[in-house]
Nanobody, 125 residues
Framework: QVHLVESGGGLVQAGGSLRLACAVS????????MAWFRQAPGKEREFVAI????????SYADSVKARFTISRDNAKNTVNLQMSSLKPEDTAAYYC??????????????????WGQGTQVTVSS
């Protein structure tokens, strides 16, 4: 079993920054792909970014490219999401997700086995 716990959400003004963290515990050796998704009220959960735990592969949704940066800290077993130039449309609950192998379709939420409880990000205009 893999446990994921997100932190770092909060309220920020448009143009500001936030850094989210996902703490990974349990059978961490069984995770290769670590991703962030987000879900706004009334909308589907959508892909944000993904990173390979062992390094070498990173991808972003077009909507966050050049503004968000995903990274991993192997020593601390965390996956981070640095968010800059935040916009009101970035407001959502952000979720960390994990999968044992690299997903066939990284945008597909149903490919991911483990999920955190989410952390709320609210961007005011």
């Amino acid at each position: 079993q893999v446990h994921l716990v997100e932190s770092g959400g909060g309220l920020v003004q448009a143009g500001g920054s936030l850094r989210l963290a996902c703490a990974v515990s349990g059978r961490t050796f069984s995770t290769d792909a670590m991703a962030w998704f987000r879900q706004a009220p009334g909308k589907e959960r959508e892909f944000v970014a993904i990173i390979r735990w062992g390094g070498g592969s990173i991808s972003y949704a077009d909507s966050v490219k050049a503004r968000f940066t995903i990274s991993r800290d192997n020593a601390k077993n965390t996956v981070n999401l640095q968010m800059s130039s935040l916009k009101p449309e970035d407001t959502a609950a952000y979720y960390c997700a994990a999968k044992a192998t690299w997903p066939t379709k990284m945008y597909n939420r149903y490919e991911y086995t483990y999920w955190g409880q989410g952390t709320q990000v609210t961007v005011s205009s």
